[in-house]
């Protein structure tokens, strides 16, 4: 079986030895400033018209949707959701 390779350390100045790390910048402004504030409008939308239905008793939001503006509800909660995706 052959024998691998020794490698040769490269000699380094003393001065590099003392170095200290280096700190990364991270860049966390993504340009999706308008993502959580949409998102959380979208589920604050839904979690109100959810409740104002049931509080009024199904007389409001719109009174000829019926039960249906459960739906409408879940529906704005859900774009908040698919909205979230976009969210770095």
């Known amino acids: 079986m052959p ?3 020794i490698r040769k ?3 380094r100045p ?3 030895g003392s170095r200290q790390p280096q700190k990364t910048k991270i860049d966390l402004s993504s340009g999706r400033g308008w ?3 949409l998102m959380l409008a979208m589920f ?3 979690l109100a018209w959810i409740v104002v ?3 009024t008793e199904g007389k409001f939001p719109i009174d000829p949707l019926g039960n249906w503006n459960i739906l409408v509800g879940f529906g704005f909660i859900g774009v908040g959701f698919v909205v979230s995706t976009q969210w770095k």
């Open 35 to 37: 993502v959580a504030p």
């Open 3 to 5: 024998k691998s390779r």
């Open 9 to 11: 350390k490269k000699d």
């Open 44 to 46: 604050a939308i839904g």
């Open 14 to 16: 003393a001065s590099e």
């Open 53 to 55: 239905f049931y509080v």
